[in-house]
């Protein structure tokens, strides 16, 4: 559980500097990175969760 609660603290930490970072290139920049980086973790989810439905 702790791990969890780290993740999202760190999120919420890093996530905005990373952000400010980015945007100084160009602005739209921060919105393709997080894309990119939610349609891999998609992905990610699909390939390795197991299916919960029998049919």
Do not use: D, H, R
């Not at 969890?4 to 952000?19: E, K, N, Q, S």
């Not at 891999?40 to 969760?49: N, Q, R």
Request: glycine letters at 10%; aromatic letters at 10%; proline letters at 5%.
């Amino acid at each position: 559980m702790s791990i969890i609660t780290m993740g999202f603290a760190l999120g919420i930490a890093v996530g905005p500097l990373i952000t400010g970072v980015l945007v100084n290139e160009f602005f739209e920049l921060p919105f393709i990175v997080t894309g990119a980086a939610a349609l891999i973790a998609a992905g990610l989810v699909y390939k390795y969760m197991p299916e919960t439905v029998k049919k």
